[in-house]
């Protein structure tokens, strides 16, 4: 699915991502879809939070794993894939917006507000073709991480 272009340039603009560009995206997550916040009833979600900080660099550490690992995905976040659908039962069909807007997966949300996050920071350095390459990048993470759910 990733093609060896598509891997090198993956490689390449994910050394200019940082760790607070988690936070960030769930900021954005849950600001522009509150649904979200349903599965953080025990964060503090303020601005600022140590809380959705220290989420925030478990999530990049996650995406930095695969991305060593952009070969065998599956493998690499089998644990986060089990967790995610036994353990933390995030819905993956989670409507997105509100006002019968088409359903989307909602892991597909943070890799968008992910991707917002990277295009506002790396601003040219996010080119069309790194732009390409992390979407299908984040949509494969989306997919191996809605794999268990039955
Ligand atoms: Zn998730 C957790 C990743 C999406 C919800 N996550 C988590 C973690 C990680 C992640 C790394 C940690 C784990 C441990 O600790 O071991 N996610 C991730 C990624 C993604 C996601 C990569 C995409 C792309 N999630 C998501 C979503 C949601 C979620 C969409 C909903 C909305 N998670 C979650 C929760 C948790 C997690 C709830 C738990 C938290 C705490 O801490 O409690």
């Not at 659908?85 to 992910?114: I, M, T």
Request: contains cysteine; charged residues 25%; neutral net charge.
């Amino acid at each position: 699915m990733l093609t060896a272009e598509n891997k090198k340039v993956i490689q390449q603009v994910w050394e200019k991502v940082k760790e607070d560009f988690g936070a960030e995206a769930l900021e954005r997550l849950f600001c522009t879809y509150p649904q979200t916040k349903t599965y953080f009833p025990h964060f503090d979600l303020k601005h600022g939070s140590d809380q959705v900080r220290n989420h925030g660099k478990k999530v990049v550490n996650a995406l930095s794993t695969a991305v060593k690992n952009l070969d065998n995905l599956s493998q690499a976040l089998a644990e986060l894939s089990n967790l995610h659908a036994y353990n933390l039962r995030v819905d993956p069909e989670h409507r997105g917006c509100s006002g019968g807007a088409e359903p989307r997966f909602a892991f597909q949300l943070l890799a968008q507000c992910f991707q917002v996050v990277m295009a506002v920071h790396l601003g040219k350095d996010y080119t069309p073709e790194a732009h390409a390459a992390i979407d299908k990048f984040l949509t494969a993470v989306a997919a191996v991480l809605a794999e268990k759910y039955r």
